[in-house]
């Protein structure tokens, strides 16, 4: 949705200038399509196309992941879409000349067109045109209009070198061109037959600014209906931005020659990846790189993979989504699926579930009254009820008692970041953190994480997260800490991973 919108305000913001500058040009003719040289409408053909299609093609650069890519879409845009209101231009105002004579000729146009001889108008009846000149003319003027959004929409194909965009941005400005030509004609009907009273210059920027709009606004549309595979970065400055796929083959690596370039990650490889289209299914395979390519965490050489897999190529990641095969249930291998919830409250036990009674006593509690042999041999209504309580909170236990109890561990969860998906179990006593091999949790893909990053203890029945002079700093909750006592639920974040303390 934000390239519609970014392709929607460049083309009216293009139109705009291009209004700017033929109202400046000197002679300025008072309508259009009558009576006017042949070099106006090149002038107009070549201004309108070239910022146009400059004004879109700097909206595609803005979602390139390469300057030179960037570079290579204003360039096309501009000199695609200069060259394509040329030629737009001139069929445009041939096939209008001949709806135009099919009309009535010139007569029509007397109230807008000023550089008519007086001789002439006189002797023109001065009441709206019919209805059937009027859709004469209508198809006229949007067809002529149309072939000019083509060429503009042709141009964003062409910097891609996709055949497939060539399509969706022809089809997209053919629309959107005539829309804006049926605007001006319908303008220019209204303002002959009384209805409305807009000088010739109002209608003109009021046609211009719809037709950016639209050619803008139904490029983008068609691109993001007919769009079938796509890439959304989950990591680094470009996280959250999308990829369409819609070549054949797609190469992912350093390069800025490949079609998706990934920078700053230094395990990425000059031709790293491929993603290859065969029919209606996709495959991704590796391209001989030194740290290879992973789907779902597997390492794979070529893989066919579906909407929701995970592709990371060194330490980026990528979502890859597919159309064909969405699924709203569907989760890939590796990826942590949380299971249902028991609702929290002061009443509930969060652990088995079960009712506290008056002590706050509940099923987990009393068992672990029988955990020690010694204490089995004990009759439970002699032991004084200190005894047999074990405090018990929503926030925060015990991680000894949960995992006595019901086998379950205290761990991270990692939420985002480089290994997103995975599950850290903590150690009893300290659990140590950093980007060194022999850590307990060794996050050694990531070189935003220390060396030696933080460590958890387990003190006072529960979790207290230290942060051990890291370079990039520990969060919690989207605040550093040097010191901070763990919740459930808390989100702890390490260099670029985001980790899900459960208890």
């Not at 934000?2 to 200038?17: D, F, S």
């Not at 040329?86 to 099919?102: E, K, P, R």
């Not at 140590?432 to 958890?456: Q, Y």
Request: hydrophobic residues 40%; glycine residues 14%; proline residues 5%.
């Amino acid at each position: 949705m934000a390239r519609v919108i970014r392709y929607t305000l460049a083309g009216m913001l293009g139109a705009v200038g291009a209004w700017l500058i033929m109202e400046s040009t000197p002679a300025m003719p008072n309508d259009i399509g009558a009576n006017t040289p042949y070099f106006w409408y090149f002038l107009l053909g070549l201004v309108s196309g070239l910022l146009v299609g400059g004004g879109i093609g700097l909206a595609e650069a803005v979602g390139n992941a390469s300057p030179r890519q960037a570079y290579r879409a204003v360039l096309s845009g501009a000199l695609v879409g200069a060259g394509g209101g040329v030629i737009g231009i001139s069929l445009g105002n041939a096939i209008f000349n001949v709806a135009l004579s099919m009309a009535g000729g010139v007569g029509i146009y007397k109230i807008l067109s000023q550089d008519v001889p007086a001789a002439v108008t006189e002797h023109l009846p001065r009441s709206k045109p019919s209805v059937l000149t009027f859709l004469i003319l209508l198809i006229g003027r949007g067809s002529g209009w149309a072939i000019i959004g083509g060429f503009i929409g042709l141009s964003l194909g062409i910097a891609s070198g996709s055949t497939q965009r060539m399509i969706n941005g022809a089809v997209g400005g053919i629309i959107g061109g005539g829309i804006g030509g049926a605007i001006f004609e319908i303008l220019g009907w209204l303002n002959l037959g009384g209805g409305i009273n807009i000088p010739v210059q109002v209608i003109r920027l009021i046609t211009y600014a719809a037709t950016g709009f639209a050619i803008g606004l139904f490029i983008g549309f068609i691109e993001e209906v007919a769009k079938k595979a796509w890439l959304v970065r989950l990591v680094g400055t470009n996280e959250g931005k999308q990829y369409v796929i819609d070549k054949p083959v797609t190469v992912l690596g350093r390069s800025e020659l490949v079609d998706l370039p990934v920078f700053g990650d230094p395990d990425v490889a000059e031709r790293h990846a491929a993603i290859i289209r065969q029919g209606e299914r996709f495959y991704i395979e590796d391209c001989g790189s030194y740290s290879g390519t992973r789907v779902n965490d597997k390492p794979v050489t070529k893989e066919i993979i579906r909407d929701r897999d995970l592709i990371m190529i060194g330490k980026t990641r990528f979502l890859f989504r597919e159309k064909a095969t969405a699924r709203e249930d569907y989760s890939p291998q590796g990826a942590y699926v949380p299971g249902t919830r028991i609702p929290t409250s002061k009443y509930v036990c969060p652990f088995c579930g079960s009712v506290k009674d008056a002590s706050g006593n509940c099923q987990c509690t009393l068992a672990s009254a029988h955990l020690s042999p010694a204490k089995e041999e004990e009759s439970p209504t002699t032991l004084p009820s200190a005894q047999m309580t074990v405090p018990v909170t929503a926030q925060v236990v015990s991680g000894d008692v949960a995992a006595q109890v019901s086998g379950y561990v205290p761990r991270l969860v990692a939420i985002a970041g480089p290994y997103m998906g995975k599950t850290f179990p903590l150690k009893p006593g300290e659990t140590r953190i950093g980007r060194e091999s022999t850590k307990d949790i060794a996050l050694s893909m990531d070189n935003t994480v220390s060396r030696n990053h933080a460590r958890i203890v387990q003190e006072a029945g529960g979790y207290v997260i230290y942060d051990d002079g890291s370079t990039n700093g520990t969060f919690v909750n989207n605040t550093r800490v040097t010191r901070h006592e763990l919740a459930n639920a808390d989100i702890v974040q390490v260099g670029s991973n985001k980790l899900r303390f459960e208890v």
